[in-house]
């Protein structure tokens, strides 16, 4: 009998259930590296992408598969693929779309390794980028050339958490037949699924809130399979045939799937980012709890908002959910639950008073990381950015009394009590 | 491949490899709102095992243009046209759901001259209630996520598949979203309107193979072991899944139609 389960159902079972063989509840993390064929002729079908099934990890995995499976479920996607970080998942969707001399408009408001790649690194293979404000859907149309071959920008952008108007610009990408690429790990399916909105590929860091538990790296690519790759001339080596299994179209034989099928057979056979079971098993325990965990980071973040905006020693407060966030429109309608835990703030006294705080909060962990269960904290002025002066800063969207916040499950009572600490820090610091 | 058919682009599916007449040939016929790629673990897999496969996008089904086929019987000549249009021969008709009722059709038509029939998750009637027929006329895309659901068994509902990182229900309902909005309502009228399953059941003196399913809620497996009752000497298997056991069940299925295809003289 189907019954179409919910979201939170599926978080803990889609992908996986207990075989008839062990019976094991958890899914088992299947540790090994290749796959006994029983016989000549399946290894080749294995082979020939015939059916499905598992050839070798580097490719395949049954547990890494059932996370894979897990995440198409969440998503609403035909078919996902997870590999080994989220940077991973961007490089695989880009080098299977486009082509030397293939053209991407991007958000240039963005995650700085995600800048770097389509600035620096994939110019240098004959692909280029040119980024737009992510808010304005009029100069992403305008950016659009006749070889552009995927629009990509962040649900949220990190670290200036700025909201893209995803149903508005998938109308654009939609009417010049270009896919949405989305980053979603600031929104997680819990908050927001994009290919509700018209977004046709979703990359994610699993190692954010998915994952949340700080304890293992990976990213995923989950494909709508809502987007026409029919044309041939634009997406020659999606729809037209393709070097591997002797001309093989991936759209004809693949149809809402051609994409993952592709970056398969190509991206994880010739470059080779896998997942590690192991880390497959982690990121899966972490999405079994997903929706209670995300309840309670929205929860607390609104809490710390609260905190932090009547507080007398915070010179500002950014975050989409407040009023006063310039995107709040857009977060209200796209991100109705709330629009995540990350918050950015400013301390009266600048980048000394930024270092104090920093440097006497006690439950609060420095680190360069975001979406852990635990709250996490990191001053770019002293540590990341630190060789900046504060004009650089301002241009790269950033203010050298900056505070980036990931907002924990803590009481978040303690949570205040410990910013209590360092904000006397400061005090005595200005005094 | 695309041909241009009855004044209309028409995609026919042949498993990666090219078609070859002088081969024994197996032509899958998908079901209502469905196409080519109901049989994605099928295609490529008899077309390497040496076979000639065609799986026909029918008139306004996946990458076919062309108006929709109003009846079982208007499919089954489309089909009986395409077949005499390709030159084929020896072919052996493997349908799904609907496609069972074409292939039915076409074996009257061709009077026993193909060389096997299959029937997959198949019955000699699939009455549609009213509920989804209304439905495919005023919102197609619903009544495609409702069939995509109902379709499937547990691994649907728990996105089990046997391709890693694919999802029934997700790849499902893009696999209906490709046809024409019009293909669902009038293949759903189709098959409930059509009535003559018993006596082509019947007529059948090739030699037949059914799988059914298990947990099919399309086709019920209590209609299909009626109907398989109807066909002298009719090979009968039933798989533990949903009515889209071609993807619920692939390698079983494969199988048992392989062993059967082995059999064949």
């Known amino acids: ?431 | 491949m695309i041909i241009n058919f009855k004044g209309a682009k028409t995609y026919l599916g042949t498993g990666g490899k090219s078609l070859d007449i002088n081969k024994r040939t197996l032509c899958f016929l998908h079901g209502s709102g469905q196409n080519h790629l109901s049989f994605i673990q099928q295609a490529r897999f008899f077309a390497y095992k040496g076979y000639s496969v065609v799986v026909p996008d029918m008139p306004a089904h996946g990458f076919s243009d062309g108006n929709p086929c109003k009846s079982i019987k208007e499919n089954a000549e489309w089909i009986n046209d395409l077949l005499v249009e390709l030159n084929l021969k020896d072919v052996v008709v493997i349908g799904h759901s609907q496609g069972c009722l074409v292939a039915l059709e076409l074996n009257r038509i061709l009077k026993n001259s193909l060389e096997a029939l299959i029937f997959v998750a198949g019955s000699n009637e699939i009455p549609v209630n009213q509920f989804l027929l209304d439905l495919s006329k005023e919102n197609p895309q619903k009544a495609s996520q409702m069939m995509v659901t109902w379709g499937h068994g547990i691994d649907g509902d728990m996105s089990i598949n046997k391709w890693p990182g694919h999802s029934h229900y997700g790849e499902g309902n893009n696999i209906m979203c490709m046809n024409k909005p019009t293909a669902l309502r009038y293949d759903l009228h189709s098959c409930n309107d059509y009535s003559d399953g018993i006596d082509a059941a019947k007529n059948i003196k090739v030699p037949a193979l059914a799988v059914l399913a298990k947990n099919d809620q399309m086709t019920p497996l209590k209609s299909g072991l009626k109907f398989v009752e109807l066909i002298k000497n009719c090979e009968t298997h039933t798989l533990d899944c949903g009515h889209f056991l071609p993807s619920e069940k692939p390698m079983e299925l494969n199988s048992i139609i392989n062993s059967f295809l082995l059999n064949l003289k």
């Open chain 1, 1 to 431: 009998m189907s019954e179409n389960y919910k979201f939170d159902t599926l978080s803990l079972h889609a992908g996986h259930i207990p075989d008839k063989e062990t019976g094991s509840r958890a899914v088992p993390i299947y540790q090994t590296t290749s796959y006994v064929f029983n016989s000549t002729e399946e290894a080749a079908s294995l082979y020939n992408m015939e059916v499905g099934g598992h050839l070798y990890t580097r490719i395949s995995n049954p547990t890494v598969a059932a996370l894979e499976q897990r995440l198409a479920a969440l998503e609403g996607g035909a078919s996902a693929l997870a590999c080994s970080s989220g940077m991973a998942a961007m490089h695989l969707v880009v080098s299977a779309i486009c082509s030397s001399g293939d053209h991407i408009v991007a958000s240039s408001k963005m995650y700085g390794a995600n800048i770097n790649l389509l600035q620096h690194t994939m110019p240098r293979f004959g692909v280029n980028t040119d980024f737009v404000n992510p808010n304005d859907p009029e100069a992403i149309k305008s950016a659009i050339k006749p070889n552009t071959k995927l629009v990509f920008g962040e649900v949220i952008g990190n670290p200036g958490l700025d909201i893209m108007d995803v149903p508005e610009i998938a109308k654009i990408c939609n009417s010049k037949n270009i896919p949405l690429v989305l980053d979603a790990t600031f929104n997680t399916p819990y908050l927001m699924q994009p290919f509700k909105h018209g977004a046709n590929i979703i990359v994610h860091s699993l190692t954010k809130w998915l994952g949340g538990h700080g304890i293992a790296i990976g990213g995923a690519i989950v494909n709508g399979g809502n987007f026409d790759w029919g044309d041939k001339d634009k997406f020659p080596t999606i729809s037209g045939p393709h070097f591997a299994l002797g001309g093989i179209s991936f759209w004809e034989e693949f149809g809402p799937s051609a994409l993952i099928a592709k970056i398969r057979a190509e991206g994880m056979y010739n470059f080779g980012p896998s997942l590690s079971p192991t880390n497959a098993f982690h990121l899966m325990q972490g999405i079994e709890t997903l929706p209670l965990r995300m309840k309670k980071h929205i929860e607390n973040t609104h809490s710390i908002l609260d905190f932090l905006v009547n507080h007398e020693m915070v010179e500002w407060v950014k975050h989409p959910d407040l009023e006063t966030h310039p995107d709040h429109e857009v977060a209200k309608r796209i991100l109705p639950k709330g629009s995540g835990s990350i918050v950015a703030f400013g301390i009266k006294g600048g980048r000394e008073a930024g270092k104090a705080f920093i440097e006497s909060v006690q439950l609060a962990s420095h680190l360069a990381n975001v979406g852990d269960a635990k709250t996490l904290l990191i001053h770019p002025g002293s540590t990341t950015h630190s060789h900046l002066s504060s004009e650089a800063m301002k241009e790269g969207g950033l203010t050298d009394d900056m505070i980036r916040l990931s907002v924990g499950l803590e009481d978040i009572n303690d949570i205040k009590k410990d910013f209590e600490r360092g904000f006397r820090a400061v005090k005595k610091l200005n005094k």
